[in-house]
């Protein structure tokens, strides 16, 4: 099958196109750095000639409210039209779970609006609702520190490396369309802060953790299970610490995630 991937140059786009390569299909990574952009619709219609299957791993530069949901909003409408065109059979977006419970939030509020044109499109679907990547604590950390420390809701969450993320939606993107959505998580459960804490040690970055019942996760409230998958998740098999002690050999060095 040709599987066009938006946001094929991303964290989860560049894991993505190998795997599909790998299974035998003609993967094409497609983002503005490949001249094609879902925003503007440059370069849509002839990445899209003879798709079979459309993969969103697209991410917004901007999480500024207005920003990421014009963003997911126009990115998706202009995919969703393109890919009526081009008779594309299935339209797979990556989301992540919890979004419908986290609508105080702009950037879930733009993950909401980006589902509900999808849901309401004539394309057959499968939206695949991720749980924090490993990969992404220390962009938790920095979107949570306000005044010096990083304040954290001490609420669990059952986070997964984004090699799984792409073996998941790989495995999604070359079945049937499922037209609902499924949920996919990490191996075991932690509490927020107790991990980025861990997370920033590892890196030596000496930023102070708080746990802070009142603290907002990404602009939103949560409580103790808001951000837990369903019994039902698939999941993926890399423990954190696994990742850790590997991304560490990768390169032992860097201190950014
Ligand atoms: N972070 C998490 O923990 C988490 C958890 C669950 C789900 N998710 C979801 O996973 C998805 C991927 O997020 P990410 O943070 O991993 O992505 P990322 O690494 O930041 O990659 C973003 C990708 O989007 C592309 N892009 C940006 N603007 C574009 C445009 N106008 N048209 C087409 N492509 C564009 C970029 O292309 P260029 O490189 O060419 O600019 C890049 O390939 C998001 O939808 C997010 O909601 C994230």
Redesign the pocket.
Known sequence: MKIVV????????KKLVPILRQRGHEAVP?????G?????GEGLAGALVGANVVV??????SWEDAAVLK?FET?TRNLLSHEAVAKVGHHV?????GTDRLSESGYFRA?IAQEKLIKNSAIPYSIV?????F??LK?LADISFDGGKVRLPPVLFQ?MA?GD?ATEVARIAVGPPVNGTVEIAGPAQFRVDELVRQRLASLKDPREVIADPNALYSGAKVSLKTLLPEKTARLGKTHFETWLTKSAAQDPSRKVS
């Open positions: 938006i946001g094929g140059s991303g964290l989860i786009g497609a983002s503005p750095s490949s094609v952009n879902a925003l503007t969103d791993v697209s991410n917004s530069p963003f990115s977006a990556l989301s992540v779970v993950k609702h991720a749980t924090q990547f990969e992404f962009g986070p984004a993320v």
